[in-house]
């Protein structure tokens, strides 16, 4: 039994932690996100200016962008404790969703030990435009508690992160400046971002000498980083079935197939991405 908890101590040791060198691209919302973490881990080179700190940023856009996968970088580039929170489920992990609940969430995590990142995932489906209804009474009044809890001075150990993927739907109240500090809108990987996230995703892989990685980034246009990397895998499952030793730019090919991946022809539009209402 020891020797099992200490390979177990061993395996969680040795696990590599996400950073920013593992996100492909978005150079410039990292570059954002190194500030942050500046100024939270060094206060006191900031109170001489009297600039408040940063206690909270918002990470918005489609699904499979990887924001979870950011946050997670940002947590471990903080050197803090990652706990990340589904609003959407918190009514069946928490009982019933109640202002109790949402208080209990902020209570536990002052609980740990040094710093916390706290990620409220789906934070629209608490923190959406309140209506006037009795029906939105509930509501309302969980949000009213979610605000005071993100707002609360006990907070020193925690940064919060909220997630959507409906930026647009969330309360103005929610959102307003000295609520979250720091709004940034994670986009679509572009073509030169693919490219970085399949070279991520290949290179413990055994690639033949015929794999383009540039064909295949040109062939998911519009696709997310979830995407990206799961057709890497894809690939690598078809050159198994196969019994072959290496991948090959067919086995690409073919797991594009399978993923519905429409091929077009002529030049690839490069999408860009920006960091929008950046709070001073």
Excluded: W
Excluded at 78 to 100: C, H, P, W
Excluded at 157 to 170: G, K
Excluded at 222 to 246: H, I, P, S, T
Excluded at 247 to 262: T, Y
């Amino acid at each position: 039994k020891v020797e099992k908890v200490k390979k177990e101590e061993k395996t969680k040791k040795d696990k590599k932690k996400i950073t920013f060198d593992d996100i492909a691209g978005l150079e410039d919302v990292k570059e954002v996100m190194r500030d942050v973490i500046d100024q939270f881990k060094h206060p006191k080179k900031y109170e001489h200016f009297d600039i408040p700190p940063y206690r909270s940023l918002m990470l918005h856009g489609k699904p499979g962008v990887g924001k979870t996968f950011i946050a997670n970088a940002f947590a471990n580039e903080m050197d803090a404790k990652f706990i990340k929170v589904s609003l959407g489920e918190i009514g069946s992990r928490y009982q019933n969703a109640t202002s109790n609940n949402i208080t209990n969430l902020f209570k536990d995590a002052r609980k740990e030990e040094g710093n916390v990142i706290l990620l409220l995932d789906e934070v629209d489906s608490l923190a959406s435009k309140r209506g006037d209804t009795s029906n939105d009474k509930e509501k309302n009044n969980t949000l009213n508690t979610l605000l005071q809890e993100m707002s609360s001075e006990d907070n020193e150990n925690i940064f919060i992160i909220c997630a959507t993927n409906f930026y647009e739907l969330l309360d103005p109240a929610f959102c307003r400046v000295g609520r979250i500090d720091v709004t940034l809108e994670i986009p679509l990987p572009n073509f030169e971002t693919r490219l970085q996230i399949l070279e991520l995703n290949t290179k413990r892989k055994p690639l033949g000498e015929d794999v383009e990685l540039t064909y295949v980034s040109e062939q998911m246009e519009g696709k997310n980083c979830a995407d990206v990397a799961f057709v890497c895998n894809q690939a690598a499952r078809v050159a198994l079935k196969k019994d072959k030793m290496e991948i090959n730019q067919e086995d690409f090919v073919e797991a594009l197939e399978k993923m519905n991946v429409k091929k077009e022809e002529g030049k690839v539009k490069k999408i860009g991405f920006e960091i929008s209402n950046l709070n001073n």
